[in-house]
């Protein structure tokens, strides 16, 4: 009987680039440090916690564009990252702060989201290099996990403004929490901000423009952040009414044929 030779261990195989995955890591312990903050009815923090794990997210992947430093690993812990911050976190701290008041419903809607995130995460993983870049087949994990959380951090931070609205709270968060999984295994079309490219020069009042946005953004940045979001979250279907007006038969113009690809 022969037994199967061992082969050398290949340390260069199984090394990894350290600078763009400790975004990664950071990002990840973003979404964990949420999830505990969650448990202990600290929901201010898991909120912002929420937020910075999309910061992390965004900046590992054009940190490793710039530095040369894509790998597979890199591909692969990122998509594991993004699920726990933007999949479970979001939907446990959803259940632990409203959702729980509705029992059996609660965790199911918080479940709905979870496993929307994971199926938005797995089908954005195949359809790469297939899909038109300049839109995002569904509404992103990170935009979707910012409606939630925004929703939670602007009820803490303006509770004494939106004290009248604090019985409907648990409703907007079932609302919310349902419309924000359900649009991430939708196709609904997002635009994806591809197209802005940040060497190309513009004009001098862009920069104008881009003071006036960091001053509303740093005035209240909660309130600022979600409304964002919101328009974005909206702005999918808003183009997809558009485009089916456009593909309606009229008696007088002929129909608009839809030459895009879809995503």
Same mark, same amino acid.
């Given at each position: 009987?022969?037994?199967?030779?061992?082969?050398?261990?290949?340390?260069?195989?199984?090394?990894?680039?350290?600078?763009?995955?400790?975004?990664?890591?950071?990002?990840?312990?973003?979404?964990?440090?949420?999830?505990?903050?969650? %448990?202990?009815?600290?929901? $201010? *923090?898991?909120?912002? #916690?929420?937020?910075?794990? %999309?910061?992390?997210?965004?900046?590992?992947?054009?940190?490793? &564009?710039?530095?040369?430093?894509?790998?597979?690993?890199?591909?692969?812990?990122?998509?594991?990252? $993004?699920?726990?911050?933007?999949?479970? #976190?979001?939907?446990?701290?959803?259940?632990? !702060?409203?959702?729980?008041?509705?029992? +059996?419903?609660?965790?199911?809607?918080?479940?709905?989201?979870?496993?929307?995130? #994971?199926? &938005?995460?797995?089908?954005?993983?195949?359809?790469?290099?297939?899909?038109?870049? &300049? !839109?995002?087949?569904?509404?992103?994990?990170?935009?979707?996990?910012?409606?939630?959380?925004?929703?939670?951090?602007?009820?803490?931070?303006?509770?004494? $403004?939106?004290?009248?609205?604090?019985? #409907?709270?648990?409703?907007?968060?079932?609302?919310?929490?349902?419309?924000?999984?359900?649009?991430?295994?939708?196709?609904?079309?997002? !635009?994806?901000? +591809?197209?802005?490219?940040?060497?190309?020069?513009?004009?001098? @009042?862009?920069?104008?423009?881009?003071?006036?946005?960091?001053?509303? *953004?740093?005035? +209240?940045?909660?309130?600022?952040?979600?409304?964002?979001?919101?328009?974005?979250?909206?702005?999918?279907? @808003?183009?997809?009414?558009?485009?089916?007006?456009? &593909? +309606?038969?009229?008696?007088?113009?002929?129909?608009?044929?839809?030459?895009?690809?879809?995503?």
């Amino acid at each position: 009987m022969h037994l199967p030779t061992k082969r050398p261990l290949d340390l260069k195989r199984q090394s990894i680039y350290l600078l763009p995955n400790l975004f990664t890591l950071a990002a990840l312990f973003a979404g964990f440090y949420a999830i505990v903050s969650a %448990m202990n009815h600290k929901f $201010d *923090l898991a909120a912002v #916690a929420i937020f910075a794990a %999309m910061v992390l997210d965004g900046l590992d992947g054009r940190v490793a &564009r710039l530095t040369h430093t894509q790998s597979a690993f890199g591909a692969e812990f990122d998509s594991l990252s $993004d699920m726990v911050s933007f999949g479970v #976190a979001p939907a446990l701290v959803a259940y632990v !702060w409203q959702l729980h008041q509705f029992g +059996k419903i609660g965790w199911m809607v918080a479940f709905i989201y979870c496993a929307a995130a #994971a199926l &938005r995460l797995a089908r954005f993983n195949t359809n790469i290099g297939i899909v038109d870049k &300049r !839109w995002f087949q569904g509404l992103p994990s990170p935009s979707a996990a910012a409606l939630v959380a925004g929703l939670v951090w602007i009820s803490h931070e303006y509770a004494e $403004d939106l004290e009248p609205l604090m019985p #409907a709270l648990p409703w907007l968060a079932l609302i919310f929490t349902l419309f924000a999984g359900l649009s991430m295994v939708s196709n609904v079309r997002f !635009w994806s901000f +591809k197209e802005l490219h940040m060497r190309k020069t513009v004009p001098f @009042v862009v920069m104008l423009l881009v003071v006036i946005g960091l001053l509303v *953004l740093v005035s +209240k940045p909660p309130l600022v952040l979600f409304l964002f979001f919101i328009g974005y979250g909206l702005s999918g279907y @808003v183009y997809w009414l558009y485009c089916l007006i456009l &593909r +309606k038969p009229r008696s007088s113009i002929p129909a608009v044929e839809d030459t895009e690809n879809q995503t």
